[in-house]
């Protein structure tokens, strides 16, 4: 009697051990499967991303050229100011008045990135790094954006006021530029050395926004060639 008891306990270890093996694997395939779908839609996530982020680098290159160019017409016009250059006037005094002031603000396509962090879905990231920059974007941005904004309003307020009282108006009834009048005039150097150093500033911001938006692209390559 005790022996057949004895079986009677072992057989019903047995078949506890046997459930709770089969509920442990199927936990596991459970788990499994849900890890591969998150890393699924992570990929998906990734590869949208990925256009988002190359898109906005073009962009970004484009702005960062023109500001350049800027730049580099107030450095010339300076030096033409301080007789440092000399130029061909007035067709290079003109093209140098017309290019230094050019301005635009970045304005990148942030459909994905926002529909990713409105709707939660960053969590799906797994690289913790690239979880970061990818939320501290739109405020890098921003802050981007803040001299390009400051540039246009000094142009607004220095600038432009002073082109319209030193428009010449001709026989015919056409206005024109006195370009020699222009970089003469005091308002003229004011303006420009504070277009300089808000350029200067101002570009230093897109590089490392450049910077940043490149380390965001290398972080995507390298998790989705995992």
Do not use: C
Request: hydrophobic letters at 40%.
């Amino acid at each position: 009697m005790e022996n057949k008891t004895g079986k009677y306990i072992k057989y019903a270890i047995g078949e506890i051990v046997l459930v709770m093996i089969g509920i442990l694997l199927a936990l596991q395939v459970n788990n499994w499967n849900e890890n591969r779908k998150i890393s699924n839609i992570e990929q998906l996530l990734l590869h949208d991303l990925r256009t988002e982020i190359q898109s906005n680098i073009v962009a970004l290159n484009k702005n960062i050229k023109s500001h350049s160019a800027s730049l580099d017409a107030i450095i010339t016009l300076d030096s033409v100011i301080t007789n440092i250059k000399q130029v061909n006037r007035p067709l290079e005094l003109g093209r140098l008045i017309g290019a230094h002031d050019y301005n635009s603000t970045y304005d990148p396509s942030t459909g994905i990135l926002n529909s990713i962090i409105n709707s939660g879905k960053l969590d799906y990231i797994s690289n913790r790094e690239l979880r970061y920059k990818l939320s501290s974007l739109n405020d890098i941005i921003l802050d981007t954006n803040e001299s390009a904004d400051e540039f246009s309003e000094m142009r607004s307020q220095f600038y432009w006021p002073l082109l319209g009282q030193l428009y010449e108006r001709q026989t015919v009834g056409r206005f024109k530029f006195n370009h020699v009048k222009i970089i003469n005039s005091s308002e003229f150097n004011w303006w420009l050395l504070l277009g300089k150093l808000n350029r200067i500033e101002g570009l230093a911001e897109e590089n490392e926004l450049m910077k940043t938006l490149k380390e965001i692209l290398e972080l995507i390559e390298s998790e989705t060639k995992k």
